[in-house]
């Protein structure tokens, strides 16, 4: 499978473990899109899409049409995120306004909490696999947070939320101000060794083929899953036919904990490739952490700015497309 993500080309070709790790090369930040002027690179492009790429592996191994489809959407989402962002700033320029660098390290505490199980370490990874420095992620989240203080300065003040409103609100969303690290999950999990699965001169593809028609084979019955584990899973769990215990999100590697939480219960997911092998992975049940209370330090003012946020959505769309409409935007991929 060859993807080719903001001029990078992720490319796994190779028969054993270690060839099956993106070889090292020299990732050129060229430039992806230029708004007003202002220039939009391919490693934000890919920072942001890469985890949209890695579950879109997950669930469509063989890739093909569907698996490209949904790339190609995930991929004109990024982008259209990232030039409405530079549309913003560009219109604002000038003005003055700054967000306080307490702003911007909270922000970004925020983001390790939430995209990376709290692990900056992991952060760090990401960037590095993107070609993005620390500085160029600082950057771009000082960007999104001056557009953020800028949308609020120019709609959400103008409509303050009623107190049933807040409490609605609140009511519908107050798992998304959990802390998410204390989530967890029980699944049945198999991992399916380069070296042990299959025919040692197999190819990397072959192995992968091999692992798809194993999915395929429980899918249809005629293995359960735990017959499979017991005989090709060679992970802690295999002799109790991949059944794993409750584990915390924060014990998993964020990428595998993106792809569990996020997938259906009862659905199979997977061959999903890494430096070792393919994992198979079956949810069975996940637990949320307790949400916060309204009077949590920080969630009534989160749950107020969401309320002006929707209520004002409608103005400020209109107002994006007439800062679109007249902008000069140039896109490269």
Partial sequence: MVLALGGVTYAQSQADAEAAKPKPQRIVNRVAAVVNGRPITSSEVRARLEPYVRELMALYPRGGGRFNGELIKAKKTVLDELIERELVLSDFEGRGMRVPDTAIEAEINRRILTHYNGKRDELLEHLRRNGMTYSEFRDAVRKESTVGMLRNSRFDRDIPPTPDEIRAEY???????????????????????????????????????????????????????????????????????????????????????????????????????????????????????????????????????????????????????????????????
Wanted: charged share 35%.
């Fill in 171 to 333: 009511a519908a969303t107050k798992y998304d101000y959990r802390d998410i690290t204390k989530d967890s999950v029980r699944y049945e999990k198999m991992l399916l060794p380069f070296e042990t699965f299959g025919d040692p001169n197999e190819t990397y593809e072959e192995k992968m083929e091999r692992a798809v028609q194993l999915v395929e084979s429980i899918q249809r019955g005629e293995i359960s899953f735990a017959d499979a584990a017991i005989l090709h899973s060679r992970d802690e769990f295999a002799a109790e036919g991949g059944q794993w215990p409750f584990r915390r999100r924060c014990d998993l590697s964020v990428d595998f904990a993106n792809i569990v939480f996020a997938a259906p219960k009862g659905k199979l997911v997977g061959p999903i490739p890494s430096a070792s092998g393919f994992t198979i992975v079956r949810v069975q049940e996940v637990k949320r952490a307790t949400p916060p209370s309204l009077k949590s330090a920080g969630v009534k003012a989160r749950v107020e700015d969401s309320v002006r946020r929707k209520k004002t959505e409608e103005r400020y769309r209109e107002w994006i497309k007439r800062l679109r409409d007249k902008a000069v935007i140039r896109t490269y991929i």
